[in-house]
Structure formats: structure tokens, C-alpha cells
């Protein structure tokens, strides 16, 4: 819907139409894989409509009784092509199983869309919104997909060979406001919570979620320090919180290997520290200083990876 009045240009009067891209989720998709190409999937994509209604057979029959089945046909196709829903809809029928979990659609209906250019009609939209029912489950799985995909994943060390497996030490990280964060999840979800981990293999429990316990009295940021174990830095792995018996909402980030996370943060660089250049890196006396000790470098043969053996001749 047009929200903006004509301008007049050198080429003529211009306003906006607002026909091509009336759900421009495919543009933000192609734009975010270039902003950040290194991040295979959005956290959470949530899409808002501009309200919707049910077909009108009767208004659209009355016209076509004057146009031939050619034109029909193509005034049909255009009215498709710039359908907010169906484009929607097409974007979710290309997603897979997993996926679809981290896709939303808010959208409100109404009797009869309004005209494109009809701003009159703007105060009735707004009361529709505020008077539309919106599902329980539907409300609480964008609240919660937006507050949980504040935490990602922070490693103290680089990975290092143990028994069989790779231990790895870090502390999840809540990039928003930490304080307003847990008390919108602590209000939202009454059961406890729990982080946990998930491999092709298995599910494990990582730690509690114990709220403002986890925040820092010092600096006032989140941490909550974790161990997992994998078999390979370049196996995927999950981290969620899982807000009950059977849901979980994965963190920031994931599905990812630790590897990724490695190379992000930089852990296996032979010069300087990892937090060079990262506006607001700093140290905190009181939460950091067990971290400092888990950063000091291990033992070559525990270190990651592993020494190759030599092969015999």
C-alpha cells in the first residue's frame, strides 16, 4: 500500500507504486547472503503483510465479461505475481523441513484490501491489527525465535584432542540487553530452561538457564560458560534453548561447526589477540578471569588438530 504522496520529477510525476515487490522477503533473503556470506541461513526471517482478504469472484467476474480470454489470462497472472501471500507462500514451499521453523508471516484480514493509493483507510487498518486474534503458539514462537536468537556462542580456546573427542570451552553471549532478554523469557516461559547441544548423533544437556544469576553484577553481560564435546571441528553441531518437553529454538549462528566459530573469532591466529578491532571487546575482572585462565595454550599433542603421524615406511 502507497504511503507517500506524488513527486514531481524532471521525467514527470512520480509516486510510489508499490506492484513489483509487495512482499520483498526474496530481496532481503539475496541481500543478507551478501552483507554476510559467510552465514549459510538467517537466524529468523519474519515477514509483515499489509493485510489481506479473501478473493472477490463477483468484482473480478463483472470485469472480465468485457476483456477476451487472452487478456483474462494475463490480468490473472499480474494480480498472482504481485500477491504478497502467494509470494510467501512460494518462499515456503522452496524451504526445507528445518528451516520452515525459522520463517513467520503476521498478516491481518479484512473485508476488502483498500486501493493502492487510498491513505484514508490507514486508521481502519491499525484498529484491524490491534483487534485481530492471534494464536498463542503463533505469538509465543516469534517472541521466543527473536529473544533466543539474542545468544550465540563465544569459545574461550581453541578445541583440543581428549579421550576421543574434542573438548570445547566457551560461554554463550547475549548480544541485546541482557537484563530485558531473560525477564521477557523468564515471563514468557514458565517451566525452566535449559541449553542444550545436538549432533547428527545425539542430544545433550549443556546447562541450566538460571536468568539474572547469569548476567555479570560487574559489566552486565550475559555468560554462561559451557563444555561440549564433538568428534570433529568440522562436524555440525546445534546449541538451543529448549523452552519445554519437546521444543527447542536454536541459538544465534547454528547449525555450524565449531571450526566456522573458529575462524570467526580468529582463536587460530599466530599474531595478537582475537579481540583486535572488535568494538566493545573488553575485559572484565570478575566473570573474565576464569576464561583467561582456560585461554592459556595447551599442549601440542592435545592441541587443535592434532599432530598428523608419521607415516611408517
Request: net charge neutral; hydrophobic share 35%; proline share 5%.
Amino acid at each position: 500500500m502507497s504511503l507517500f504522496p506524488q513527486v514531481d520529477l524532471e521525467i514527470g510525476p512520480s509516486w510510489d507504486g508499490g506492484l513489483l515487490h509487495n512482499c520483498p522477503i526474496g530481496i532481503g533473503l539475496w541481500e543478507s547472503k551478501h552483507i554476510w556470506p559467510e552465514q549459510s541461513s538467517p537466524d529468523v526471517v519474519l515477514s509483515l503483510g499489509t493485510a489481506t482478504s479473501d478473493p472477490q469472484p463477483n468484482t473480478m467476474s463483472r470485469m472480465s465479461r468485457f476483456l477476451p480470454q487472452w487478456m483474462k489470462s494475463l490480468c490473472s497472472l499480474y494480480l498472482s505475481s504481485i500477491d504478497g501471500e502467494k509470494l510467501w507462500q512460494d518462499i515456503r514451499n522452496r524451504l526445507d523441513e528445518n528451516s520452515t521453523q525459522d520463517y513467520f508471516r503476521l498478516n491481518v484480514k479484512v473485508g476488502q484490501v483498500p486501493e493502492l493509493d487510498d491513505i484514508t483507510q490507514m486508521d481502519d487498518l491499525r484498529r484491524a491489527v490491534q483487534f485481530q486474534h492471534l494464536g498463542k503458539s503463533k505469538r509465543e514462537g516469534v517472541v521466543s525465535a527473536l529473544l533466543i536468537s539474542s545468544f550465540y556462542l563465544e569459545l574461550d580456546c581453541l578445541p583440543y584432542y581428549e579421550n576421543g573427542f574434542y573438548r570445547c570451552e566457551g560461554v554463550i553471549r547475549c548480544r541485546n540487553n541482557s537484563y530485558a532478554v531473560v525477564h521477557a523469557l523468564t515471563k514468557l516461559f514458565s517451566s525452566s530452561l535449559e541449553f542444550t547441544s545436538e549432533t547428527t548423533s545425539e542430544r545433550g544437556l549443556l546447562a541450566v538457564f538460571k536468568g539474572e544469576e547469569d548476567i555479570c553484577s560487574w559489566c552486565q553481560r550475559y555468560g554462561k560458560q559451557i563444555v561440549f564435546y564433538i568428534r570433529h571441528p568440522r562436524d555440525t553441531i546445534t546449541l538451543s534453548l529448549r523452552t519445554d518437553e519437546l521444543n527447542y529454538r536454536k541459538l544465534s549462528g547454528f547449525p555450524q561447526t565449531v571450526e566456522w566459530f573458529i575462524k570467526q573469532q580468529r582463536l587460530d591466529a599466530q599474531f595478537g589477540t582475537a579481540d583486535h578491532h572488535i568494538p566493545g571487546a573488553f575485559f572484565c575482572s570478575k566473570c573474565d578471569i576464569t576464561r583467561l585462565q582456560n585461554r592459556k595454550r595447551k599442549d601440542y599433542e592435545a592441541a587443535w588438530p592434532p599432530l598428523k603421524r608419521q607415516r611408517q615406511v
